[in-house]
């Protein structure tokens, strides 16, 4: 397992490097776990299954069976906000928004096993995560994107702050395509998370394997 567990240790910054958050809605005539596994043999790092409109049984299924890929391939498997199914399922972790369940109750749902991820877009929710058991940020969106039509816009100069005042990884998300990513150098983020420009691709694999080696060169600009 690339992504190293407990409290007493952190994220492996590396696994978050390139962090792809699903969408069905891109899937076409693939099945999403043919769409996953293309962005994994790219050089996905890390995915987060996200999924706002299916049941609960429908979820589960989908969520075991893209948790036993990533398994395979030796990638850490998030649930997004349903921290049931992600403790069913045997999920690496769960990643929470401000609006979801507060980090601290969630800790104390998962335990202390489990990876729990965070959305932040100021200092101080930043620094309560952390402080209430985040062991990685999400913060965004740092630039416009049409996934998220209503996440407000986290200026670099606070994406460095947030970098500056907490000690566990950030990886930046909204809007981030290739021709963009460069422009986050510099700030203190670790990785990169990206949900249209991996799964709207035509060409998952190939895209990932580019986005992988600019998510490298900023990370370490």
Known sequence: MILQMGRNMKCDKKSLRLYAVTDSAWAGEKTLYAQ???AIKGGATCIQLREKELDADAFFKEAKEIMQLCKTYGVP????DNVGIAMRCGADGVHVGQKDMTAGHVRRLIGESMVLGVSAQTVAQAV???KNGADY???GAVFSTETKTDADRVSHDTLKEICAAVSIPVVAIGGIV???IMALAGTGIDGVALVSAIFASRD???ECRELRALSERMANA
Not at 77 to 80: G, H, K, L, T, Y
């Open 128 to 130: 309560l995560a952390e």
């Open 204 to 206: 998952i694999e190939k």
């Open 36 to 38: 996953v596994e293309e």
């Open 137 to 139: 940020l999400g913060v």
């Open 77 to 80: 498997f998030i649930v997004n």
């Open 178 to 180: 290739k021709h963009n």
